[in-house]
């Protein structure tokens, strides 16, 4: 949780809304200030993620006090598995034109 201080501030929104975000379990507060915080970020990611993702994204943050910055480190280890990953496709990918090669060679 990213320490204080903190400013309390009166939000109004509609009716809608609210019910909305309480059929959800979405902590108004936590949620404002991830957006806020990606509002007035200049280093920002924008991903597509299934609703599903998305829905459990929102609770985890707008509920528990996690930020982007704790999610950050999973962020990275994700990227460099996927990294990972299409080094090795690309090797083999290598692999198999440097057999067509020598094949054709013979």
Same mark, same amino acid.
């Given at each position: ?6 400013k309390?501030?009166n939000?109004?929104?509609?009716? %809608? &809304?609210?019910? &909305?975000? +309480? ?5 108004? +507060?936590?949620?404002?200030? %991830?957006?806020?915080? %990606?509002?007035? +970020?200049e ?12 829905r ?6 707008s509920?528990?006090?996690?930020? %982007? ?14 990294l990972e &990953? ?9 692999? &198999? ?10």
């Open positions: 949780m990213v320490e204080g201080p903190y309390r501030v939000v109004m929104i509609r009716e %809608d &809304q609210y019910r &909305q975000l +309480s059929e959800s379990g979405l902590n108004l +507060s936590g949620l404002i200030r %991830d957006l806020l915080g %990606d509002y007035l +970020s280093n920002v990611v924008n991903i597509q993620v299934s609703e599903e993702t998305r459990i994204y929102d609770l985890v943050v509920n528990t006090g996690s930020s %982007d910055e704790e999610i950050e480190v999973h962020l990275r280890a994700a990227l460099a598995k996927v &990953q299409k080094i090795n496709e690309m090797k083999q990918i290598h692999r &198999q034109l440097i057999n067509e090669a020598a094949e054709r060679a013979r």
